[in-house]
Nanobody, 122 residues
């Protein structure tokens, strides 16, 4: 079984920075795509950023220029560097990977972390 564990959340003042990490454990063949999502109280979960196996990235308009998604394949870890944080960035942040578990099939499986709370407040 594959497990994703996020870390790095916390309380930060507006304009501050945080770096989230998402580490995978368990055996798998390869990673197809990785993403960060977030869910604020009373709102639907939204896609924040994605990174492909070829390191192509994409961002929600609300975080472009402030957030950077990256990956370290050797460590099976994904990051989200968040700068110039705003109160509206307050949410639970979730990592989501589409993982190819077996070499004999290209089928990918979706896995989610448990979430980490980010609170931006003075």
């Amino acid at each position: 079984q594959v497990h994703l564990v996020e870390s790095g959340g916390g309380l930060v003042q507006p304009g501050g920075s945080l770096r989230l990490s998402c580490a995978a454990s368990g055996a798998f063949f390869s990673i197809n795509a990785m993403a960060w999502h977030r869910q604020a109280p009373g709102k639907e979960r939204e896609l924040v950023a994605t990174i492909t196996s070829g390191d192509r990235t994409n961002y929600a308009d609300s975080v472009k220029g402030r957030f950077t998604i990256s990956r370290d394949n050797a460590k099976n870890t994904m990051y989200l560097q968040m700068n110039s944080l705003k109160p509206e960035d307050t949410a639970v942040y979730y990592c989501n990977w589409n993982i190819r578990r077996y070499s004999y099939t290209p089928r990918g499986f979706d896995y989610w972390g448990q979430g980490t709370q980010v609170t931006v407040s003075s």
